[in-house]
């Protein structure tokens, strides 16, 4: 049971994907690895399914593995399958959902996979804190949060806190190699440096999403009026809802003005 179908997005991936370039990609020696998470109800294990080149081995860490396997559409779906507003999906013997939900290191396969640098793609206008605290001059309506606001909240703590705290331990692990003395091994310590780069929107979702929440079916929008999604304070939630092609559109242009203001950070990264 779920509240939103997901088979429209099976059809359209099945249509417009071509998985088979993955294994070309390898054997051409273009790809080193590629790899999605999803999070298992019965294990309660993120598990990360990876394709890649032959000396990549299998890891295991306090609910988290590496699992090597042929990628497929499904896999897509279950990674992506958030839990209640999609059905879980059906991989071997066990149901997975969205992978973030137990993923609390979720730059950690990438290092898995032999990544010496990260590209960080955000979904939050606030990648990374201040070093001191800067003072709240937010003017607090003193009203009660509706259920969307909390669920927004909730939302936001699974699927974006975990990818900010993420980058703020890996910044001081890179400090911290830079401080060893320079005969010790740091790759062998597991603290060679690692070059992050993170590209995040400059404007909050939320409030994009606000915009385009008459573009939402007249059913979903009823159902979503009694918790609040429809007001601008819980329009978190409609960040995750959202599919419509004028939401997407905004995104992709607020994507491609964000990358450009970053144009020279990237081609120093990307080596172009």
């Known amino acids: ?18 998985l088979d370039g993955i294994a070309e990609s390898l054997a051409s020696k273009q790809l080193r690895a590629i790899a999605v998470t999803a999070f298992g109800y019965e294990s309660g294990q993120a598990v990360t399914f990876y394709q890649g080149q032959g000396t990549i081995e299998p ?9 090597p396997t042929p990628l497929s559409v499904d896999h897509l779906l279950a990674s992506s399958a958030i839990p209640l507003l999609f059905a879980p999906v059906r991989l071997g ?3 997975f ?3 973030a939900v137990r993923q609390s290191a979720p730059i950690s396969p990438a290092l898995h996979l032999g990544a010496s640098r990260v590209l960080v793609v955000g979904v939050s206008g606030n990648p990374q804190r201040p ?19 909390i669920g927004g909240h909730m939302l936001n703590s699974t699927f974006i806190d975990s990818l900010e705290d993420d980058i703020e331990l890996l910044q001081r692990l890179n400090h911290l190699s830079h401080l060893l003395p320079p005969h010790l091994d740091t790759r062998r310590l597991g603290l060679a440096p690692i070059e992050v780069l993170v590209v995040a929107p400059s404007q909050p979702l939320d409030e994009i999403a606000a915009r385009h929440r008459r573009d939402l079916p007249a059913a979903l929008r009823m159902f979503l009026r009694g918790p609040g999604a429809t007001k601008t304070s819980g329009a978190g939630v409609l960040s995750y809802l959202l599919f419509e092609a004028s939401y997407c559109s905004e995104l992709i242009e607020l994507g491609r003005r964000d990358a450009l203001a970053k144009k020279r950070e990237l081609c120093q990264f990307l080596g172009l």
């Not at 890891?59 to 699992?67: A, D, K, S």
């Open 1 to 18: 049971m779920a509240l939103l179908d997901s088979r429209p997005l099976r059809g359209l991936l099945h249509e417009h994907l071509n």
């Open 59 to 67: 890891w295991l860490r306090h609910r988290r593995i590496g699992m």
């Open 93 to 95: 013997e066990e149901y």
């Open 97 to 99: 959902g969205d992978g």
């Open 131 to 149: 070093a001191v605290p800067q003072p709240a001059t937010r003017i607090f309506s003193g009203r009660q949060p509706s259920l969307a606001q």
